[in-house]
């Protein structure tokens, strides 16, 4: 990799916040470009494979951010964001001058123009770059990442997004990562309802729904979810590569900023309410996949 501003991109001290599903893949992939990475998460044994690999542990976010380069968060709501930030042990309380935050949450885009408010105040510099690809895309390295913020920051950050990302595109100024984010969550969200339906409808005619998955899943149907999640749906697996409560959240945001503009989303509306509905029934820690229940009970 190029040294870019100054800083050798191949040596770089990451702080990593938010251990989850995809940020452990994440970090994995971070420590086996060679950097070093100083981890937290609420649950410290959930991190410990990734301290057995090689991360160094932080008892809170003000001390990951103490001596890294870059600190990326990874949390799961809005809130979460705000108190890694700006809690009492957040990251601003220790961060200093020239150092880059970069927030792969999904989160709102108002917060995500607040980062980046107060952290140019601080002489920092922030990214909002949400991720999209699921536990599978964090596994194979290929998340495509939406990134808000100064164009100078992300060219410099371009490398290290590269180590687990493959689409990866600067989409505007502060706040516009958050906005492509929710684009991808509408499409997701309505995307769904058709995969389930169409999974239904096969198994109701008679057919072999994982063979007419081979005759639809290449044509004009196709989609990352038709091709990626059918397949647990029909087995029954359930477990999540992206969490319905997350995804419950998304959906709100996308919501609130559509009222906000005046938009009507009908179908994000009715995704809305039949994931609420999981989540009212408990299922709210299974993988979005499991909507295709809704269908078969």
């Known amino acids: 990799m190029n040294k870019k501003g100054g800083v050798d991109m191949d040596k770089l001290s990451i702080g990593f916040i938010g251990t989850g599903v995809m940020g452990g893949s994440i970090v994995k992939h971070l420590l086996a470009a060679g950097h070093k990475v100083t981890v937290y998460t609420r649950s410290k044994h959930k991190a410990m494979p990734l301290i057995e690999a090689g991360a160094n542990w932080a008892d809170t976010p003000a001390q990951v951010a103490k001596s890294a380069d870059v600190v990326?968060?990874?949390?799961?709501?809005?809130?979460?964001?705000?108190?890694?930030?700006?809690?009492?042990?957040?990251?601003?309380?220790?961060?200093?001058?020239?150092?880059?935050?970069?927030?792969?949450?999904?989160?709102?885009?108002?917060?995500?123009?607040?980062?980046?408010?107060?952290?140019?105040?601080?002489?920092?510099?922030?990214?909002?770059?949400p991720v999209s690809g699921g536990d599978i895309g964090a596994q194979n390295g290929t998340l495509s990442i939406m990134c808000g913020g100064d164009e100078k920051t992300f060219e410099h950050m371009l490398p290290l997004l590269q180590v687990f990302g493959k689409q990866i595109v600067y989409q505007g100024e502060a706040g516009a990562g958050q906005h492509t984010k929710m684009s991808n969550q509408i499409a997701i969200a309505t995307?769904?309802?058709?995969?389930?339906?169409?999974?239904?409808?096969?198994?109701?005619?008679?057919?072999?729904?994982?063979?007419?998955?081979?005759?639809?899943?290449?044509?004009?149907?196709?989609?990352?979810?038709?091709?990626?999640?059918?397949?647990?749906?029909?087995?029954?697996?359930?477990?999540?590569?992206?969490?319905?409560?997350h995804f419950l959240k998304?959906?709100?945001?996308?919501l609130k900023e559509a009222e906000e503009m005046s938009l009507p989303l009908p179908g994000l509306r009715l995704a809305k309410e039949m994931y609420e509905e999981l989540v009212n029934d408990g299922y709210g820690d299974k993988g979005t996949q499991v909507l295709f229940q809704s269908y078969e009970r």
Not at 250 to 254: F, L, V
Request: negative net charge; hydrophobic residues 40%; proline residues 3%.
């Open 72 to 129: 990326m968060t990874m949390v799961g709501y809005p809130s979460d964001v705000e108190e890694v930030y700006y809690g009492d042990e957040g990251i601003f309380q220790s961060c200093k001058e020239g150092q880059i935050v970069i927030d792969l949450t999904t989160s709102s885009p108002s917060l995500a123009k607040r980062i980046a408010k107060d952290a140019a105040e601080k002489g920092m510099s922030s990214l909002d770059a």
């Open 250 to 254: 998304d959906m709100k945001i996308a």
């Open 191 to 245: 995307n769904m309802i058709g995969v389930c339906e169409a999974l239904i409808y096969a198994k109701r005619a008679g057919l072999d729904a994982n063979k007419v998955l081979q005759s639809i899943s290449s044509g004009a149907a196709g989609s990352w979810s038709l091709s990626n999640l059918s397949p647990r749906m029909l087995k029954g697996d359930f477990e999540p590569g992206f969490f319905v409560k």
